[in-house]
């Protein structure tokens, strides 16, 4: 089956600094890729899509500047947290979709990446 | 404004039955997911339904009515291992997946 990885799976940083996290397809081409960002006992939140080739698409009220993301191949797609703060610290994880047996476009997710912000 | 309901946590006993119910309004309608999410860790897929009626699959199956716009997930012969939070998502007209907050299960021995 399709299969996601998502490094680093845990990282711990200072403030001010930048973190980078990568998602990468393994057995299938992913022409979108999506983040999310997830907060303790709270559902997953859509922070953006990810396009391969093109600008991601991002959704009301995350800031782009401070989550760069990048999709230079069709398995390959980063997130680099900028100038990150405590509040940033959270569990990001991505996902592609591929389509399973009954034709839908199932997502598989990345293991997700725990930020810690300092 | 779109919206999925799930309850935040339920406790069910292991070897028994549990259903999950999970309503939902959204602009239009392309599908309903079950995913299984372990504390900690990324969800999984469980299951898909497009079209209305029961797909089962193993120990886990999983309902649809779009009449009603309802969706259950039943989780037979409990196992410790299935304590964990079970997220309802559903695709609308655009193809976006709109989330529920997921429902927290709890296995008691």
């Known amino acids: 089956g399709a299969v996601v990885s998502q490094h680093p799976s845990w990282v711990i940083c200072k403030s001010g600094t930048s973190v980078k996290i990568e998602c990468r397809s393994l057995?299938?081409?992913?022409?979108?890729m999506f983040w999310y960002r997830q907060f303790p006992k709270q559902s997953l939140m859509l922070m953006a899509t990810?396009?391969?080739?093109?600008?991601?698409?991002?959704e009301q009220g995350v800031e782009k500047d401070k989550f760069l993301i990048n999709h230079a191949s069709l398995t390959l797609s980063t997130l680099t947290v900028t100038s990150a703060h405590p509040e940033d610290s959270s569990f990001y994880i991505c996902?592609?979709?591929?389509?399973?047996?009954?034709?839908?476009?199932?997502?598989?997710f990345g293991a997700g990446s725990r930020l810690t912000v300092l | 404004g779109q919206n999925i309901d799930q309850p935040t946590e339920m406790t069910a006993t292991e070897g028994a039955i549990v259903q999950i119910n999970c309503t939902y309004q959204?602009?239009?309608?392309?599908?309903l997911f079950w995913y299984q999410q372990h504390a900690g860790e990324a969800p999984t897929f469980l299951s898909y339904?497009?079209l209305d009626g029961l797909e089962e699959k193993g120990r886990f199956s999983s309902f649809l009515s779009r009449s009603k716009g309802y969706s259950y997930l039943l989780l037979k012969e409990l196992q410790m291992k299935d304590s964990a939070s079970y997220l309802c998502?559903?695709?609308?007209?655009?193809?976006?997946?709109?989330w529920g907050a997921g429902t927290k299960l709890i296995i008691k021995p």
């Open positions: 996902s592609a979709s591929d389509r399973g047996l009954s034709g839908a476009n199932v997502l598989t």
């Open positions: 057995d299938f081409q992913a022409t979108t």
């Open positions: 990810s396009n391969e080739g093109s600008k991601a698409t991002y």
């Open positions: 959204t602009s239009g309608f392309n599908g």
């Open positions: 339904n497009v």
């Open positions: 998502a559903v695709r609308d007209s655009n193809y976006q997946l709109i």
